[in-house]
C-alpha cells in the first residue's frame, strides 16, 4: 500500500518570504511517481510537477523549486520570494503499483501568504 | 481541446436521491479516474477505467458505479444518496499508462446531499 504524509496542515507567512513544504511518501514499489499539484481557492487542480524514482536531479522552475531525496522518501516543494498568488492548497501525490490505479494523495498543505 | 468536462457544477441531492455525474475528455486518452475531495482532506479515489467497457474498484467505491462505454465518458452513478456522499467529485484522464503520466483534472462538481 502506499502512503503519502503532508505533516504540514497550514502554513502562514508573510509575501515574499521562502516557504518549504514538506511531502513524505511510503512505497514498496521500486517505480513510483510523485506529483505536486495546486488548488487554489476557485477549486481546480493545477498540475505542477511529476518526478520519477529513478531521478533525483532536483528542479528549479521559476520561483518553485523541488527536492527529491529518495533516501528519506521525501519530495519537497520550495516557493521563493512567496506572493499572495501563491496562497493555495498543495497536494503531493504518488502514483505506484505498476498499474492504473490512479494516485495516492496527501492531506494537503493549506499555504497563506498575507500581504 | 477542451480537456476534462463536468456537469453538473453544483448539486443538491436529498436523501435516497439518485443521480449521475457527468465526465467526458476529448484528449483520447485511455485512462479515466473518479475521485472525492472531503473538506480538509486529499482525493481518494472512488473508481477508475483503462479503456472502453474495463471499470476497476478504488479505495472508496461504496455508493458508487460506474459504466465506460466509449473513450470520451466515464459516468458516475449514485444510487440512494446518503449525507455522507456531501463532497467535491472530480474526474482525471491520463494518457496510456496510469503511472507515470500527468492526469488531467475536471473543474469539479460539488455535491451535497441532505
Known amino acids: 500500500a502506499q502512503k503519502v504524509t503532508q505533516a504540514q496542515t497550514e502554513i502562514s507567512v508573510v509575501e515574499k518570504e521562502d516557504v518549504t513544504l514538506d511531502c513524505v511518501y511510503e512505497?514498496?514499489?521500486?517505480?513510483?511517481?510523485l506529483f505536486w499539484y495546486k488548488q487554489p481557492p476557485s477549486g481546480e487542480l493545477v498540475f505542477l510537477i511529476r518526478r520519477n524514482s529513478f531521478d533525483e536531479q532536483n528542479e528549479i522552475s521559476g520561483r518553485y523549486s523541488w527536492n527529491f531525496q529518495k533516501s528519506t522518501s521525501s519530495f519537497n516543494f520550495t516557493i521563493t520570494a512567496s506572493q499572495v498568488v501563491d496562497s493555495a492548497v498543495y497536494f503531493c501525490?504518488?502514483?505506484?503499483?505498476?498499474?492504473?490505479?490512479?494516485?495516492?494523495f496527501g492531506k494537503g498543505t493549506h499555504l497563506i501568504i498575507q500581504p | 481541446n477542451a480537456g476534462v468536462t463536468q456537469t453538473p457544477k453544483f448539486r443538491i441531492l436529498k436523501i435516497g436521491q439518485s443521480m449521475t455525474l457527468q465526465c467526458a475528455q476529448d484528449?483520447?486518452?485511455?485512462?479515466m479516474y473518479w475521485y472525492r475531495q472531503d473538506p480538509g482532506m486529499g482525493l481518494k479515489l472512488i473508481y477508475y477505467s483503462v479503456g472502453a467497457g474495463i471499470t476497476d474498484k478504488g479505495e472508496v467505491p461504496n455508493g458508487y458505479n460506474v459504466s465506460r462505454s466509449t473513450t470520451e465518458d466515464f459516468p458516475l452513478r449514485l444510487e440512494l444518496a446518503a449525507p455522507s456522499q456531501t463532497s467535491v467529485y472530480f474526474c482525471?484522464?491520463?494518457?496510456?499508462f496510469g503511472q507515470g503520466n500527468e492526469q488531467y483534472f475536471g473543474p469539479g462538481t460539488r455535491l451535497t446531499v441532505t
Open positions: 484528449m483520447n486518452h485511455n485512462y
Open positions: 501525490a504518488l502514483s505506484a503499483g505498476g498499474g492504473a490505479d490512479g494516485l495516492t
Open positions: 512505497t514498496r514499489d521500486t517505480t513510483y511517481y
Open positions: 482525471a484522464s491520463s494518457y496510456s
